[in-house]
């Protein structure tokens, strides 16, 4: 296999939790991977992008339920669906305009 980016070669090891059987050695590769991770800091830069990941999911994610909850875009919204379920609007056109008018209630 090719060497990963945190260097970190995968092993294969056997263990039963219901047996309590080789955790102790599965205990000791988990310990040697973040050992060798956070010392080339391939764990650091993987917590890094967890970070910047949840920052911008966490702005979508309001930034969504904030234009969602308005009740001027909910009765909007449902005119864009009846509009284009009379294919009288596209849906870019549709979303084009919501987004304008959510601008205009900011």
Do not use: C
């Amino acid at each position: 296999y090719p060497t990963k980016e945190s260097t970190w070669k995968p092993l294969v090891k056997i263990a039963s939790g219901l047996h309590q059987k080789g955790i102790d050695r599965i205990w000791e590769m988990l310990e040697t991977y973040f050992k060798l991770t956070q010392a080339n800091g391939y764990f650091e830069q993987l917590r890094l992008e967890q970070n910047k990941h949840w920052l911008l999911q966490t702005i979508q994610g309001q930034l969504k339920a904030d234009f969602y909850a308005n009740p001027k875009i909910k009765q909007a919204l449902a005119e864009k669906i009846e509009a284009l379920e009379r294919q009288e609007v596209s849906p870019f056109e549709a979303a084009f305009d919501l987004l304008q008018l959510h601008k205009e209630i900011s």
